[in-house]
């Protein structure tokens, strides 16, 4: 999304904060603010709203994270590993799988987020509605791979765990 943002005629820089929610567009010196809102709220979808100053520009001036294209795929790695290891241990549980099959479960989650988290920024979709087109199809990746090291049982306990930690069916 950044990059097509970028690439608006008059857009100096675009930036995301880390919810992938807000987004920030710097004009270029003597730009059109008008003819570039006009071709960027369009990109942004139905919520986008033009502001010359708010609480997302102070926070950017105070210092906050607020990544530029390339800069969201790192930081969605790193979220793709908190929020896998914490499913993970979750499903772990859940299943009964002892600390071996616990570690594999973890790369198997993690490795299947980092790859979803890529595939949605690469989109360009809306973030909720990408997360939640690529849900199920990853639960059930996890539960084939963990049918490796796991019984049946323990594998659908594994998929009904990760989906109550991704929320699908909310």
Known sequence: MLAQLDAVDGVAESRVNWTGRAFLVRLKEGADADR????????LGASAKRVEESPHVA??????????????LKMSQHEAKVLGGRAAAKASG???LDGDSAAKLAAIIEEELV??????????Q???AGFKKEWP????RVRGRSRA??????????AESLGESLGVGR
């Open 36 to 43: 570039v809102a006009g071709v960027v709220a369009p990109k």
């Open 59 to 72: 926070s950017l001036r105070n210092g906050e994270p607020w990544m530029r294209s390339g800069e969201t």
């Open 94 to 96: 859940a299943a009964g």
């Open 115 to 124: 790859a979803a988290f890529a595939r949605i920024q690469g989109s360009y």
């Open 126 to 128: 809306e973030l909720d």
């Open 137 to 140: 199809p990853l639960i059930e």
């Open 149 to 158: 090291f796991a019984t049946e049982k323990q594998a659908a306990a594994i």
